[in-house]
Nanobody
Framework: VQLVESGGGLVQAGGSLRLSCAASGRTFSTYNMGWFRQAPGKEREFVAA??????????TYSDSVKGRFTISRDNVKNTVYLQMTLLVPEDTAIYYC????????????????????WGQGTQVTVSS
């Protein structure tokens, strides 16, 4: 599956952005999806994940974004979103979309190694 992120940009602290990740292929609806980010000089870190099921949706977030970011998906449009609010300069990073290619996976992973396919990333910069 190919993943293409969009929606990044420059925003002031306290502002909002919505990232999108468009996926190719017919089996998007069977994959758990995640968002990660990587700041300069730091390791890639987990942000949020959502399971494959539209009827029984589960999500999980890192502590640093919980209550501010919301992950969602549209299995008709083959797209996963990350709505980011109350942004702070520490949110500045390249944001990556990722897919767990184990179809109908029960475990919603949060580690880099749980995901098999990655997008090219989109830059988010939050100014103070």
């Amino acid at each position: 599956v190919q993943l293409v992120e969009s929606g990044g940009g420059l925003v002031q602290a306290g502002g909002s952005l919505r990232l999108s990740c468009a996926a190719s292929g017919r089996t998007f609806s069977t994959y758990n999806m995640g968002w990660f980010r990587q700041a300069p000089g730091k390791e890639r870190e987990f942000v949020a994940a959502i399971n494959w099921s539209a009827a029984n949706t589960r999500t999980t977030y890192s502590d640093s974004v919980k209550g501010r970011f919301t992950i969602s998906r549209d299995n008709v449009k083959n797209t996963v979103y990350l709505q980011m609010t109350l942004l702070v300069p520490e949110d500045t990073a390249i944001y990556y979309c990722a897919a767990d290619l184990a179809e109908y996976a029960l475990r919603l992973g949060t580690a880099v190694e749980n995901f098999d396919s990655w997008g090219q990333g989109t830059q988010v910069t939050v100014s103070s």
